[in-house]
Protein backbone atom coordinates (compact mmCIF):
# COMPACT_ATOMS: atom_id res chain seq x y z
CA UNK A 1 0.00 0.00 0.00
CA UNK A 2 2.69 2.48 0.45
CA UNK A 3 3.14 4.97 -2.17
CA UNK A 4 -0.30 4.50 -3.65
CA UNK A 5 -1.97 7.54 -4.62
CA UNK A 6 -4.63 8.80 -2.22
CA UNK A 7 -6.88 11.40 -1.91
CA UNK A 8 -6.64 14.09 1.29
CA UNK A 9 -6.62 12.87 4.74
CA UNK A 10 -9.60 12.73 6.67
CA UNK A 11 -8.66 14.29 10.18
CA UNK A 12 -12.41 13.20 11.27
CA UNK A 13 -12.55 11.26 14.46
CA UNK A 14 -15.61 8.66 15.25
CA UNK A 15 -16.29 7.89 19.00
CA UNK A 16 -15.82 3.72 19.16
CA UNK A 17 -19.04 2.07 19.42
CA UNK A 18 -19.05 -0.33 21.87
CA UNK A 19 -19.51 -3.41 19.55
CA UNK A 20 -15.97 -1.74 17.94
CA UNK A 21 -14.27 -1.81 21.33
CA UNK A 22 -15.67 -5.59 21.74
CA UNK A 23 -13.94 -6.69 19.02
CA UNK A 24 -10.59 -4.67 19.72
CA UNK A 25 -10.74 -6.99 23.15
CA UNK A 26 -11.67 -9.83 21.57
CA UNK A 27 -8.67 -9.33 19.35
CA UNK A 28 -6.10 -8.49 22.28
CA UNK A 29 -7.67 -11.77 24.43
CA UNK A 30 -7.55 -14.27 21.84
CA UNK A 31 -3.67 -13.11 20.53
CA UNK A 32 -2.61 -13.26 24.39
CA UNK A 33 -4.07 -16.90 24.22
CA UNK A 34 -2.05 -17.70 21.05
CA UNK A 35 -4.38 -18.37 18.98
CA UNK A 36 -2.85 -16.40 16.25
CA UNK A 37 -0.19 -13.25 15.95
CA UNK A 38 -0.48 -10.18 14.53
CA UNK A 39 0.47 -11.49 11.14
CA UNK A 40 -1.94 -13.66 10.62
CA UNK A 41 -4.34 -10.54 11.16
CA UNK A 42 -2.44 -8.92 8.61
CA UNK A 43 -2.24 -11.44 6.23
CA UNK A 44 -5.96 -12.24 6.59
CA UNK A 45 -6.37 -8.62 6.02
CA UNK A 46 -3.85 -8.79 2.62
CA UNK A 47 -6.45 -11.43 1.41
CA UNK A 48 -9.36 -9.74 1.75
CA UNK A 49 -7.85 -7.63 -1.29
CA UNK A 50 -8.33 -3.67 -2.10
CA UNK A 51 -11.71 -3.78 -2.88
CA UNK A 52 -11.90 -4.35 1.84
CA UNK A 53 -11.37 -1.09 2.05
CA UNK A 54 -14.27 0.49 -0.35
CA UNK A 55 -17.11 -2.04 1.48
CA UNK A 56 -15.81 -2.43 4.25
CA UNK A 57 -15.21 -0.24 7.74
CA UNK A 58 -11.79 -0.47 9.88
CA UNK A 59 -13.57 -2.92 12.74
CA UNK A 60 -15.57 -4.62 9.70
CA UNK A 61 -12.59 -5.84 8.27
CA UNK A 62 -11.25 -6.51 11.85
CA UNK A 63 -13.93 -8.83 12.97
CA UNK A 64 -13.57 -10.48 10.03
CA UNK A 65 -9.39 -10.86 10.22
CA UNK A 66 -10.12 -12.30 13.74
CA UNK A 67 -12.71 -15.05 12.51
CA UNK A 68 -10.68 -15.86 9.78
CA UNK A 69 -7.73 -16.68 12.54
CA UNK A 70 -10.14 -18.11 15.16
CA UNK A 71 -11.70 -20.68 12.45
CA UNK A 72 -8.03 -21.64 11.10
CA UNK A 73 -6.87 -22.27 14.93
CA UNK A 74 -10.12 -24.68 15.51
CA UNK A 75 -11.00 -22.48 18.33
CA UNK A 76 -14.56 -22.84 16.55
CA UNK A 77 -15.66 -23.94 13.46
CA UNK A 78 -17.14 -22.37 10.37
CA UNK A 79 -20.84 -24.47 10.92
CA UNK A 80 -20.70 -23.26 15.14
CA UNK A 81 -20.70 -19.59 13.56
CA UNK A 82 -23.21 -19.91 10.74
CA UNK A 83 -25.75 -21.84 13.19
CA UNK A 84 -24.98 -18.99 15.90
CA UNK A 85 -25.46 -16.10 13.82
CA UNK A 86 -28.72 -17.61 12.41
CA UNK A 87 -29.57 -17.10 16.15
CA UNK A 88 -28.68 -14.29 17.17
CA UNK A 89 -30.17 -12.46 14.12
CA UNK A 90 -33.87 -14.21 14.95
CA UNK A 91 -33.50 -12.35 17.73
CA UNK A 92 -34.30 -9.13 17.05
CA UNK A 93 -33.66 -6.47 14.35
CA UNK A 94 -31.23 -4.11 16.71
CA UNK A 95 -28.08 -4.63 17.94
CA UNK A 96 -29.67 -4.11 21.33
CA UNK A 97 -32.14 -6.75 20.62
CA UNK A 98 -29.46 -9.05 19.15
CA UNK A 99 -27.18 -8.84 21.91
CA UNK A 100 -29.65 -9.81 24.57
CA UNK A 101 -29.07 -13.72 25.65
CA UNK A 102 -31.36 -13.71 29.01
CA UNK A 103 -28.23 -15.29 30.12
CA UNK A 104 -27.31 -14.44 33.39
CA UNK A 105 -23.29 -13.14 32.56
CA UNK A 106 -25.29 -10.01 31.19
CA UNK B 1 -32.27 -4.83 29.35
CA UNK B 2 -28.69 -5.69 28.92
CA UNK B 3 -26.56 -4.35 32.31
CA UNK B 4 -23.89 -2.87 30.48
CA UNK B 5 -22.09 -0.03 32.51
CA UNK B 6 -20.03 0.80 29.24
CA UNK B 7 -23.69 2.44 27.62
CA UNK B 8 -23.50 5.99 28.53
CA UNK B 9 -20.71 8.11 27.46
CA UNK B 10 -17.53 7.39 25.89
CA UNK B 11 -14.60 8.52 27.82
CA UNK B 12 -14.06 11.41 25.27
CA UNK B 13 -17.96 12.56 26.92
CA UNK B 14 -19.27 11.95 23.75
CA UNK B 15 -22.51 9.31 23.89
CA UNK B 16 -21.50 6.01 22.23
CA UNK B 17 -23.05 5.76 18.83
CA UNK B 18 -26.55 4.21 19.28
CA UNK B 19 -25.73 0.95 18.46
CA UNK B 20 -28.57 -0.18 20.31
CA UNK B 21 -31.70 1.30 18.37
CA UNK B 22 -29.84 0.99 14.45
CA UNK B 23 -30.26 -2.12 12.15
CA UNK B 24 -28.17 -4.84 12.87
CA UNK B 25 -25.52 -5.25 10.45
CA UNK B 26 -24.06 -8.65 8.89
CA UNK B 27 -20.90 -7.84 11.33
CA UNK B 28 -22.50 -6.94 14.54
CA UNK B 29 -24.01 -10.23 14.02
CA UNK B 30 -20.48 -12.24 13.68
CA UNK B 31 -18.86 -9.86 16.62
CA UNK B 32 -21.83 -11.12 18.79
CA UNK B 33 -21.58 -14.34 17.55
CA UNK B 34 -18.09 -14.65 18.26
CA UNK B 35 -18.18 -13.72 21.56
CA UNK B 36 -20.63 -15.70 22.52
CA UNK B 37 -19.04 -18.91 21.14
CA UNK B 38 -15.61 -17.72 22.99
CA UNK B 39 -17.46 -17.42 26.02
CA UNK B 40 -19.15 -20.39 25.36
CA UNK B 41 -16.03 -22.29 24.60
CA UNK B 42 -14.22 -21.12 27.73
CA UNK B 43 -11.72 -19.13 25.61
CA UNK B 44 -12.94 -15.95 27.54
CA UNK B 45 -15.74 -14.49 29.83
CA UNK B 46 -17.54 -11.63 29.71
CA UNK B 47 -16.48 -9.84 32.80
CA UNK B 48 -12.70 -10.32 30.72
CA UNK B 49 -13.99 -8.71 27.60
CA UNK B 50 -15.25 -5.82 30.02
CA UNK B 51 -11.85 -5.67 32.03
CA UNK B 52 -9.87 -5.37 28.85
CA UNK B 53 -12.53 -2.46 26.90
CA UNK B 54 -11.37 -0.46 30.54
CA UNK B 55 -7.94 -1.13 30.33
CA UNK B 56 -7.92 0.64 26.84
CA UNK B 57 -10.02 3.06 27.56
CA UNK B 58 -8.14 3.50 30.85
CA UNK B 59 -5.01 4.57 28.08
CA UNK B 60 -4.34 7.44 26.51
CA UNK B 61 -1.84 9.66 25.26
CA UNK B 62 -0.97 10.77 28.70
CA UNK B 63 0.83 7.96 29.17
CA UNK B 64 3.22 8.86 26.35
CA UNK B 65 3.40 12.62 27.45
CA UNK B 66 4.45 11.69 30.72
CA UNK B 67 7.44 9.48 29.21
CA UNK B 68 8.39 12.34 27.00
CA UNK B 69 8.38 14.93 29.83
CA UNK B 70 10.73 13.14 31.84
CA UNK B 71 13.21 12.25 29.21
CA UNK B 72 13.02 16.13 28.52
CA UNK B 73 14.12 16.83 32.03
CA UNK B 74 16.25 13.74 32.77
CA UNK B 75 18.91 13.34 30.81
CA UNK B 76 19.68 9.73 31.38
CA UNK B 77 16.42 8.61 31.41
CA UNK B 78 16.41 10.50 27.53
CA UNK B 79 19.29 7.82 27.03
CA UNK B 80 17.46 5.08 28.56
CA UNK B 81 14.66 5.73 26.45
CA UNK B 82 16.78 6.01 23.23
CA UNK B 83 18.79 2.87 24.17
CA UNK B 84 15.13 0.64 25.07
CA UNK B 85 12.44 2.70 25.02
CA UNK B 86 10.42 -0.53 26.61
CA UNK B 87 12.48 -0.79 29.28
CA UNK B 88 12.48 3.16 29.62
CA UNK B 89 8.72 2.80 30.05
CA UNK B 90 8.18 -0.07 31.95
CA UNK B 91 10.60 1.19 34.50
CA UNK B 92 8.10 4.82 34.83
CA UNK B 93 5.27 2.20 35.80
CA UNK B 94 4.01 1.65 32.21
CA UNK B 95 2.73 -1.98 31.50
CA UNK B 96 4.46 -2.06 27.38
CA UNK B 97 3.44 -5.77 27.46
CA UNK B 98 5.69 -7.50 25.11
CA UNK B 99 6.22 -4.54 23.08
CA UNK B 100 9.18 -4.07 21.33
CA UNK B 101 9.56 0.06 21.57
CA UNK B 102 11.91 1.95 19.67
CA UNK B 103 11.68 5.92 20.31
CA UNK B 104 13.07 8.34 17.93
CA UNK B 105 14.18 11.86 18.59
CA UNK B 106 13.16 15.15 17.20
CA UNK B 107 16.34 17.40 16.97
CA UNK B 108 16.80 20.79 14.96
CA UNK B 109 17.60 19.53 12.04
CA UNK B 110 15.63 16.15 12.38
CA UNK B 111 11.72 15.44 11.84
CA UNK B 112 10.56 12.14 12.89
CA UNK B 113 7.10 10.57 11.76
CA UNK B 114 5.75 7.11 12.07
CA UNK B 115 3.03 5.03 9.82
CA UNK B 116 2.34 1.41 9.98
CA UNK B 117 1.62 0.78 6.23
CA UNK B 118 0.97 -3.03 6.64
CA UNK B 119 -2.16 -2.54 9.10
CA UNK B 120 -2.46 -0.21 11.74
CA UNK B 121 0.35 -0.96 14.42
CA UNK B 122 0.39 1.67 17.33
CA UNK B 123 2.23 1.86 20.61
CA UNK B 124 -0.88 1.63 22.25
CA UNK B 125 -0.21 0.70 25.99
CA UNK B 126 1.72 4.73 25.47
CA UNK B 127 -1.00 6.34 23.33
CA UNK B 128 -4.53 4.61 23.98
CA UNK B 129 -5.56 3.66 20.19
CA UNK B 130 -5.04 5.11 17.13
CA UNK B 131 -6.96 7.62 15.63
CA UNK B 132 -8.93 7.00 12.70
CA UNK B 133 -6.80 8.57 10.26
CA UNK B 134 -3.60 7.14 11.01
CA UNK B 135 -5.60 3.77 9.93
CA UNK B 136 -6.92 5.39 6.64
CA UNK B 137 -5.34 3.93 3.77
CA UNK B 138 -4.96 7.83 2.63
CA UNK B 139 -2.15 8.37 5.25
CA UNK B 140 -0.39 5.14 5.47
CA UNK B 141 -0.46 5.26 1.57
CA UNK B 142 0.95 8.76 1.13
CA UNK B 143 3.07 9.58 4.25
CA UNK B 144 5.66 7.15 3.26
CA UNK B 145 6.33 8.85 -0.11
CA UNK B 146 5.21 12.50 0.18
CA UNK B 147 5.64 12.88 4.23
CA UNK B 148 5.77 16.83 3.91
CA UNK B 149 2.86 17.01 2.26
CA UNK B 150 0.52 15.06 4.44
CA UNK B 151 2.19 16.76 7.01
CA UNK B 152 1.45 20.39 5.77
CA UNK B 153 -2.56 18.76 5.85
CA UNK B 154 -1.85 18.74 9.42
CA UNK B 155 -0.39 22.06 9.60
CA UNK B 156 3.08 21.29 10.05
CA UNK B 157 5.26 23.29 7.06
CA UNK B 158 8.72 21.62 7.76
CA UNK B 159 11.56 24.09 6.42
CA UNK B 160 13.95 22.67 3.96
CA UNK B 161 16.92 22.27 5.86
CA UNK B 162 14.86 20.00 8.14
CA UNK B 163 15.72 16.04 7.51
CA UNK B 164 12.48 14.32 7.32
CA UNK B 165 12.50 10.38 8.55
CA UNK B 166 9.62 8.45 8.13
CA UNK B 167 9.35 5.19 10.29
CA UNK B 168 7.33 2.06 9.16
CA UNK B 169 6.95 -0.54 11.68
CA UNK B 170 6.79 -3.06 9.34
CA UNK B 171 7.69 -6.23 12.19
CA UNK B 172 7.72 -6.23 15.47
CA UNK B 173 8.89 -2.90 16.55
CA UNK B 174 6.49 -0.14 17.71
CA UNK B 175 7.54 3.49 17.46
CA UNK B 176 7.29 6.86 19.69
CA UNK B 177 8.49 10.24 18.47
CA UNK B 178 10.33 11.66 21.04
CA UNK B 179 9.33 15.58 19.91
CA UNK B 180 11.56 18.33 20.61
CA UNK B 181 11.16 20.60 23.75
CA UNK B 182 9.34 23.39 23.18
CA UNK B 183 11.38 27.04 23.85
CA UNK B 184 10.60 28.67 26.88
CA UNK B 185 9.86 26.08 28.63
CA UNK B 186 13.03 26.27 30.83
CA UNK B 187 10.90 26.98 34.23
CA UNK B 188 8.16 24.26 33.80
CA UNK B 189 7.65 21.88 35.92
CA UNK B 190 7.42 17.68 34.66
CA UNK B 191 3.83 18.05 34.86
CA UNK B 192 3.26 21.44 33.00
CA UNK B 193 5.56 19.89 30.56
CA UNK B 194 3.65 16.84 30.01
CA UNK B 195 0.45 18.95 29.52
CA UNK B 196 2.42 20.64 26.03
CA UNK B 197 2.89 16.88 24.51
CA UNK B 198 0.08 16.01 22.04
CA UNK B 199 -0.86 12.76 20.36
CA UNK B 200 0.09 13.98 17.42
CA UNK B 201 3.63 14.98 18.27
CA UNK B 202 4.21 11.74 19.76
CA UNK B 203 3.54 10.18 15.96
CA UNK B 204 5.19 12.72 13.96
CA UNK B 205 2.45 14.62 12.37
CA UNK B 206 2.58 17.70 15.11
CA UNK B 207 4.50 19.35 17.29
CA UNK B 208 4.34 19.90 21.06
CA UNK B 209 2.07 22.79 22.04
CA UNK B 210 3.79 26.55 22.84
CA UNK B 211 3.53 26.86 26.65
CA UNK B 212 1.10 29.68 28.02
CA UNK B 213 3.16 32.73 27.61
CA UNK B 214 0.75 34.64 30.19
CA UNK B 215 2.06 33.51 33.55
CA UNK B 216 -0.54 32.61 36.14
CA UNK B 217 -0.33 35.44 38.92
CA UNK C 1 6.08 -9.66 -9.74
CA UNK C 2 5.00 -9.76 -6.51
CA UNK C 3 5.30 -12.98 -4.41
CA UNK C 4 2.32 -14.90 -3.87
CA UNK C 5 0.80 -14.80 0.31
CA UNK C 6 2.13 -12.96 3.16
CA UNK C 7 5.47 -11.61 2.20
CA UNK C 8 7.28 -9.04 4.68
CA UNK C 9 8.77 -6.89 2.43
CA UNK C 10 6.56 -3.95 1.44
CA UNK C 11 6.25 -3.79 -2.20
CA UNK C 12 6.84 -0.13 -2.53
CA UNK C 13 10.88 -1.10 -0.90
CA UNK C 14 11.17 -4.04 -3.20
CA UNK C 15 14.59 -4.12 -5.06
CA UNK C 16 16.00 -0.46 -3.60
CA UNK C 17 19.29 -0.31 -1.78
CA UNK C 18 19.24 0.90 1.55
CA UNK C 19 21.63 1.35 4.48
CA UNK C 20 21.45 -0.72 7.95
CA UNK C 21 20.39 1.56 11.08
CA UNK C 22 20.70 -1.16 13.40
CA UNK C 23 20.51 -4.81 13.94
CA UNK C 24 17.05 -5.59 16.10
CA UNK C 25 17.49 -9.13 16.79
CA UNK C 26 16.33 -12.48 15.75
CA UNK C 27 12.68 -12.69 15.97
CA UNK C 28 10.38 -15.64 14.62
CA UNK C 29 9.44 -15.62 10.95
CA UNK C 30 6.11 -13.78 10.51
CA UNK C 31 5.58 -15.57 7.20
CA UNK C 32 5.29 -18.94 9.20
CA UNK C 33 3.37 -17.10 12.09
CA UNK C 34 0.99 -15.57 9.84
CA UNK C 35 -0.43 -18.88 8.98
CA UNK C 36 0.11 -20.51 12.17
CA UNK C 37 2.86 -22.44 10.83
CA UNK C 38 5.64 -23.03 13.00
CA UNK C 39 8.46 -20.45 12.89
CA UNK C 40 12.16 -20.54 12.73
CA UNK C 41 14.19 -17.27 14.18
CA UNK C 42 15.25 -14.85 11.18
CA UNK C 43 17.67 -11.84 11.86
CA UNK C 44 15.50 -8.78 11.90
CA UNK C 45 17.31 -5.02 10.66
CA UNK C 46 15.91 -1.56 10.33
CA UNK C 47 17.46 -0.67 7.25
CA UNK C 48 17.10 3.09 5.94
CA UNK C 49 16.75 4.21 2.59
CA UNK C 50 16.70 7.48 0.85
CA UNK C 51 13.64 8.82 -0.49
CA UNK C 52 15.26 9.76 -3.68
CA UNK C 53 16.09 5.43 -4.03
CA UNK C 54 12.50 4.51 -3.70
CA UNK C 55 10.79 7.18 -5.31
CA UNK C 56 13.77 9.15 -7.61
CA UNK C 57 12.99 12.23 -9.39
CA UNK C 58 9.00 12.36 -7.11
CA UNK C 59 10.73 12.39 -4.45
CA UNK C 60 9.81 15.66 -2.05
CA UNK C 61 13.50 15.82 -0.69
CA UNK C 62 16.05 13.35 -1.96
CA UNK C 63 17.91 13.34 1.32
CA UNK C 64 14.38 12.75 3.72
CA UNK C 65 14.48 9.23 4.70
CA UNK C 66 12.35 5.77 5.66
CA UNK C 67 13.07 3.32 7.80
CA UNK C 68 11.64 0.18 7.84
CA UNK C 69 12.25 -3.69 9.31
CA UNK C 70 13.38 -5.97 6.41
CA UNK C 71 14.05 -9.67 7.60
CA UNK C 72 17.45 -10.91 6.45
CA UNK C 73 16.11 -13.38 4.01
CA UNK C 74 14.51 -10.27 2.17
CA UNK C 75 18.11 -8.10 2.08
CA UNK C 76 21.07 -9.02 -0.50
CA UNK C 77 24.25 -7.35 0.43
CA UNK C 78 24.99 -5.11 -2.15
CA UNK C 79 28.73 -5.11 -3.93
CA UNK C 80 30.71 -2.14 -2.96
Redesign the interface.
Known sequence: ???QDAGPIDRSQHDFALWEKRIDAMMVICQGRGH??V??L??AL?DMGEQAFETMTYYERWVAAVNQ?LI??GVYSLEDLGRRMQAVKARGATYGEASETGASDG | MPHDHHEHLSPSGHPYRKDDDVPLTYWQTMEIAMRELLIEKGETAAAEIARQIDAMDARSPANGAAVVARAWVDADFKARLLADAAEASRAMGFDIGPL?LIAVENTRDTHNVIVC??CSCYPRNLLGLPPDWYKSRAYRSRV??????VLREFGLDLP?DV???????????RYIVLPARPPGTENLTEAELAALVTRDSMIGTGVPRAPDLRQPA | MMPP??I?A????RGKTGVVERR?GA?AN??K????LQAEKRD?Y?VRFS?AE??GA?A??P?????????AHWLEQVQD
Open positions: MGGFTDGRRENEA | HTLVKTPRAATVRVHDSTADM | GHRPAYLLFPELAYGLRMIWEEADDTLDAEIY
